[in-house]
């Protein structure tokens, strides 16, 4: 992936600034190399992104899932535990 910098652009405006013509050249061409590696090291790509949403998606989805037979136990264990203390006060 490159970022697309203007290397001419950038290297007229250091010649405008009083730079040089070879150094200002040079100093474009270093940025626009820098920021390459950059990206192509450290930074996530707009594919890498969708990836890692995609996964925490599925996680989501998964947790959903979990949670939703949790609160499906914990319910019947409740109706269970209030129809054993009705039948248990019932005696008494």
Do not use: C, P, W
């Not at 290297?11 to 390459?36: F, S, T």
């Not at 914990?74 to 039948?87: F, R, Y």
């Amino acid at each position: 992936m490159n970022i697309m910098i203007n290397a001419l652009e950038y290297a007229k405006r250091l010649r405008d600034a009083g730079i040089d013509r070879d150094l200002a050249e040079a100093q474009a061409q270093a940025l626009a190399n820098v920021l390459d590696h950059a990206v192509e090291h450290r930074l996530a790509t707009k594919d890498d992104l969708q990836k890692e949403v995609s996964r925490l998606d599925k996680k989501i989805d998964q947790l959903e899932i979990r949670l939703t037979n949790k609160m499906f136990v914990m319910t019947a264990s409740t109706i269970t535990l209030l129809g054993g203390l009705m039948t248990v006060l019932h005696f008494y």
